[in-house]
């Protein structure tokens, strides 16, 4: 895993632009603490930092393909390719040598032989950026499902791009504002596809390609989801789901590196988990590692709410001993999800404040830092929620009925609600509500159509295709920022484009057959879990109950309150603030009800550190 920078300009030399590419490639470090690597021409200039973890020693970057003295093509490449040695033998085959053994080399040839096309001959996780000097062309990649990030904005003369908004923002050609759509991004759950906080930045979207060339910018789909009938009984499509299953997991423990995996408890951790062990013993390796997280006070007094009925650790120690893994479990002290150190390196790796999810952006730091010092790779159960249909909104009439994001309906949409202390006046300005309806009416015309499909299976098909290509962006993107902030890769099996292919076309009666959530999956991996395990409710990511966690909260806007210089106090409601500073705390602090708080501290804290001009 990597971080990714480039700069095209036709109408400058930039071999004397050296120490601004070096900059930009410099603000990824953190994804990429093994190497470095700069590569210059006179009109493009590409960098890299390197996470080592195939070819230890050969996958270095930028790397270049020559042919009789010339570069024929250069490429800076994040993520894992899993059928690279496929790929490799097919493209042998066509006359290509290879001088490393790194999945690199084999994306480069690929470019190399199929062109454009080559991204729909990879299965993985990838941002790439590929700069072909013969016709001074770049093409951007972002894998199918968008499990890398990758950001451009254009110049009057070519194209600035990273895997993260900091590369960009590092060059003095980019401007550090923000105007009223950007701040709509960022206030809202709605993650509209291409579009980015910072004024003139974009992202390439999930299976998308950028192509920049002296004719000007072009973009095209090469994978979208499509509709497709399916015509698998339950037996043939269980059995389906499971031999996919199996291939990916089998294919992502592929390292040079030690590797683990990400244990909640949860039916999706625990199937990747129990997959992993089976395969590594069979393999004549192991056991796997594994590591779960939970905090110190959860373990003594924990307190049920409206989505966690259960602590996690019973459940994660159940299926430690059962599948045999060498586990280790993460505790935290809530005290530290408030450190400014830790809160100035979340803010650092996400560009922008964290919205959503208060106190689960700092404690996955912590986690993956504490993973870190024992593994450099991490197989994750993200996103079979979203692709199976885990959450509770896929089964709650009224969010199924709603004409909007069923995650911002009655009964969840409190956990996405951070503007409680944002002035009225601001709120209206921005128009969320309108910014949200025309967001989700976007996206319902993108759902592709199965000649036939009955309403209500057509419906169940828009909230799966909502929540794949809109919700779970969310969730990779916060999974990235916070793993790759400590250099750790992880890898999510479930984002695998043939098992999402395959899922999303299987009716709704298949994938909710036993009257529960993820019945296919539950179905797939029956025999390799405990019954408690497969019988457990859905249940989130822990979140600190922890009194004193809110108390430093309210410490923290005190100060900010009585400092005349705070630039987010103009975009605040004083009496909120006060109000909120009188009430009493809680002798236990729940999550949705610390969401104003939350966002007015990472607001001060953003506009501060980055010295952001709000074109309102």
Not at 35 to 56: C, F, K, N, Q, Y
Not at 395 to 405: D, E, K, L, S
Not at 437 to 461: F, K, N, S, T, W
Not at 594 to 599: A, D, F, I
Request: glycine residues 8%; contains cysteine; aromatic residues 8%.
């Amino acid at each position: 895993m990597c971080g990714i920078v480039g700069w095209v300009d036709y109408a400058r030399d930039l071999t004397s632009e050296r120490a601004t590419a070096r900059a930009m490639t410099d603000t990824m470090a953190c994804r990429g603490p093994d190497a470095e690597g700069l590569w210059t021409s006179p009109h493009a200039a590409l960098g890299h930092r390197r996470l080592a973890v195939i070819d230890l020693e050969g996958g270095r970057q930028p790397m270049a393909a020559e042919a009789d003295g010339r570069t024929q093509a250069v490429i800076t490449f994040c993520g894992e390719i899993y059928n690279f040695r496929e790929l490799r033998a097919e493209l042998g085959g066509r006359g290509h040598a290879f001088r490393t053994a790194s999945d690199t080399e084999v994306v480069l040839r690929a470019y190399l032989e199929w062109g454009a096309a080559f991204a729909d001959h990879l299965n993985g996780m990838f941002a790439i950026g590929v700069w072909d000097p013969r016709s001074q062309e770049l093409l951007l990649v972002r894998d199918r499902m968008g499990v890398k990030p990758l950001y451009y904005l254009v110049t009057p003369d070519g194209i600035l791009f990273g895997s993260e908004p900091k590369a960009i923002l590092a060059n003095p050609m980019a401007p550090r504002r923000v105007d009223a759509d950007g701040l709509r991004e960022i206030l809202d759950m709605v993650k509209t596809p291409e579009a980015a906080v910072f004024s003139g930045m974009r992202e390439v979207r999930p299976g998308q390609l950028v192509r920049l060339n002296r004719g000007g910018l072009s973009k095209h789909r090469y994978w979208t989801l499509e509709a497709r009938e399916h015509t698998d009984d339950r037996e043939t499509t269980i059995a389906t789901v499971r031999g996919l299953l199996e291939d990916i997991v089998a294919r992502q423990l592929i390292s040079d590196v030690p590797l683990c995996t990400l244990l909640s408890g949860g039916l999706d951790s625990s199937a990747v988990t129990a997959l992993a062990a089976r395969t590594l013993a069979a393999q004549g390796n192991g056991p796997v590692h594994s590591f779960s997280v939970d905090f110190d006070a959860a373990q003594r007094d924990f307190q049920p709410d409206a989505v966690r009925g259960a602590a996690d650790a019973p459940f994660v120690r159940e299926l430690v001993a059962h599948a045999g893994t060498d586990h280790t479990e993460v505790l935290l002290d809530s005290g530290d999800l408030a450190e400014p150190g830790v809160r100035d390196a979340v803010l650092r790796a996400v560009d922008q404040p964290p919205a959503f999810w208060g106190d689960m952006w700092p404690s996955l730091y912590l986690l993956f830092r504490a993973v870190r010092q024992r593994s450099t790779v991490a197989l994750s159960g993200e996103a079979a929620d979203e692709l199976f249909g885990g959450y509770r909104w896929f089964r709650n009439p009224g969010a199924i009925r709603a004409g909007t994001f069923p995650w911002l309906t009655s009964g969840s949409a409190r956990y996405f609600g951070g503007l409680g202390l944002f002035d009225a006046g601001l709120k209206e300005k921005l128009d969320i509500p309108g910014h949200r309806q025309e967001r989700y009416a976007d996206a319902i015309a993108e759902v592709p159509v199965l000649p036939g499909e009955d309403a209500a299976e057509r419906r169940m098909r828009e909230m799966t295709y909502l929540n794949l290509t809109r919700f779970v962006q969310t969730l990779l993107d916060r999974k990235d920022r916070m793993s790759m902030a400590v250099g750790l890769e992880v890898r999510v099996p479930f984002c695998d484009h043939r098992l999402v292919e395959y899922v999303f076309n299987a009716p709704w009666e298949l994938k909710s057959f036993d009257g529960r959530e993820k019945s296919l999956l539950r179905a797939a991996v029956a025999d390799l879990l405990p019954r408690g395990i497969l019988e457990r409710v859905k249940t989130p990511y822990p979140a600190t109950q922890d009194p004193a966690y809110e108390r430093a909260l309210r410490v923290e806007l005190a100060e900010l309150a009585a400092d005349p210089n705070a630039p987010v106090l103009p975009l605040l409601d004083g009496e909120k603030v006060r109000r909120l500073a009188d009430r009493p705390l809680g002798e236990v602090s729940r999550p949705y009800d610390r969401g104003g708080l939350e966002l007015a501290l990472w607001f001060n804290r953003w506009l501060t550190s980055y010295g952001i001009t709000l074109d309102l």
